[in-house]
């Protein structure tokens, strides 16, 4: 396996600027970043040292591979997610697992962040992986906890009180997860579940936060409905998921609760996803009746992630993998969506991608190209500052210094 490469790139995006910077050289060696420099600079014999140097293509930039925030690597992605999860064995979810941390490799995501998968299977696929076993990206897993039948009670511990949820915080910790998901309000994809009211209270959410911390565990709070949103933030949760402001007339806006998160340092991971509308939009697509409203929610998610980014809240990528008409890899398309539709800048979703993503996670050795990071690369055919879709053409991906393979497959 070769452990020290020299890449020779045209572009090279690090994952803050919002330029690119022009014939640069990223030097890797043990699964490191060791060197980032002016090709102009490298002396006659510094190629020697290294076992390979690749010359990158003429068209490519260099760049962090993509970090996913919300992920269920478990799912089905069919709009059966819910009977498929209840009559599938563990065996099968394993295999899925595999198969899909495979395919987010192959389209360039380096650490997906999952929301949402038994931790009896997802801690396996992530120590397999972190041992060399496996080969996918990096995991961050959760340890999800909802109210009992609450929502994606099929894949969460439920509890009811202050002292269920503690318990259940400090049986996930146990298990060895990187961070608790909280399902703060109900959603769309378990029958039963309301996304229009809180399913923990305040004092509930509280709890589960202050017993994570004590662990160095870092939060993600699923909310739809505001007073979710409000149980979120007085929580202070790390991260906030969809943070729909939902009420009955739909997605919302609440400008003092969108304070309170900025003033908290909450990051929003708004999970924008095509979904359903690459069906919608395909020629022949017979028409449905859920297709009017299916439209006007997709246009209030993306007024309201506007909304969010002209605010200033810290905004992180997530285009929640395996729920219906989602698969992992629409990730970068998702990426393309999010910048023509939220009136954000390239550069701003590719960071939300890339290092606010490994802000949010807390772990700073990801999401940049600089010395002493590591050496998670992505190169794609384009310059992805001036034409977002440079994201879904992939040309290499490198997963902890080693060239993958299958790329784009």
């Known amino acids: 396996m070769t452990t020290s490469i020299l890449f020779k790139a045209p572009?090279?995006?690090?994952?803050?600027?919002?330029?690119?910077?022009?014939?640069?050289?990223?030097?890797?060696?043990?699964?490191?970043?060791?060197?980032?420099?002016?090709?102009?600079?490298?002396?006659?014999?510094?190629?020697e040292q290294f076992n390979q140097v690749i010359d990158l293509a003429a068209d490519t930039t260099l760049m962090p591979g993509l970090i996913n925030m919300h992920t269920h690597v478990s799912f089905s992605g069919e709009p059966s997610i819910f009977a498929d999860q209840l009559a599938e064995s563990d065996t099968v979810k394993m295999i899925r697992i595999v198969e899909t941390l495979h395919a987010a490799l192959a389209v360039g995501i380096t650490t997906v962040r999952d929301c949402g998968t038994w931790p009896h299977l997802a801690l396996p696929a992530r120590d397999a992986i972190e041992s060399g076993l496996l080969r996918g990206p990096r995991m961050v897993t959760s340890?999800?906890?909802?109210?009992?039948?609450?929502?994606?009670?099929?894949?969460?511990?439920?509890?009811?009180?202050?002292?269920?949820?503690r318990k259940a915080v400090r049986a996930h910790v146990?298990?060895?997860?990187?961070?608790?998901?909280?399902?703060?309000?109900?959603?769309?994809?378990?029958?039963?579940?309301?996304?229009?009211?809180?399913?923990?209270?305040?004092?509930?959410?509280c709890a589960a936060t202050q017993e994570a911390r004590k662990t160095g565990r870092r939060t993600a709070s699923h909310a739809h409905a505001i007073d979710g949103v409000r149980n979120s933030i007085r929580a202070r949760v790390t991260t906030i998921e969809h943070c729909s402001f939902q009420s009955a007339d739909g997605i919302g806006w609440d400008d003092a609760m969108v304070n309170e998160i900025i003033d908290a340092g909450i990051y929003v991971c708004p999970t924008i996803f095509r979904g359903y509308a690459k069906e919608l939009m395909s020629p022949g697509h017979v028409a449905q009746p859920n297709d009017e409203l299916?439209?006007?929610?997709?246009?209030?998610?993306?007024?309201?992630?506007?909304?969010?980014?002209?605010?200033?809240?810290?905004?992180?990528?997530?285009?929640?993998?395996?729920?219906?008409?989602?698969?992992?890899?629409?990730?970068?398309?998702?990426?393309?969506?999010?910048?023509?539709?939220?009136?954000?800048?390239?550069?701003?979703?590719l960071r939300s991608a890339t290092s606010v993503a490994a802000e949010a996670l807390g772990r700073?050795?990801?999401?940049?190209?600089?010395?002493?990071k590591a050496a998670d690369l992505l190169v794609v055919h384009g310059n992805p500052l001036a034409d977002i879709s440079a994201v879904e053409r992939p040309a290499m991906v490198v997963a902890r210094g080693n060239i993958q393979p299958y790329v784009g497959a």
């Open 143 to 165: 340890g999800a906890i909802t109210t009992t039948g609450g929502h994606c009670w099929f894949c969460a511990s439920e509890a009811d009180s202050e002292d269920e949820v």
């Open 364 to 372: 700073s050795e990801l999401g940049v190209v600089a010395p002493g």
């Open 294 to 349: 299916f439209l006007t929610r997709r246009k209030e998610r993306f007024r309201l992630t506007r909304q969010l980014a002209e605010k200033g809240v810290k905004l992180v990528s997530g285009n929640d993998a395996g729920v219906s008409n989602c698969v992992i890899t629409d990730y970068p398309g998702d990426l393309v969506e999010t910048v023509k539709h939220c009136g954000m800048s390239a550069a701003a979703v």
């Open 11 to 47: 572009r090279l995006f690090d994952g803050y600027a919002s330029t690119v910077r022009e014939q640069m050289y990223v030097a890797t060696e043990h699964g490191k970043i060791v060197d980032v420099g002016s090709i102009a600079d490298l002396g006659a014999s510094s190629a």
């Open 174 to 205: 146990k298990d060895g997860v990187d961070f608790i998901k909280l399902f703060a309000t109900g959603g769309n994809t378990t029958p039963g579940s309301n996304s229009l009211v809180a399913q923990f209270s305040e004092e509930q959410m």
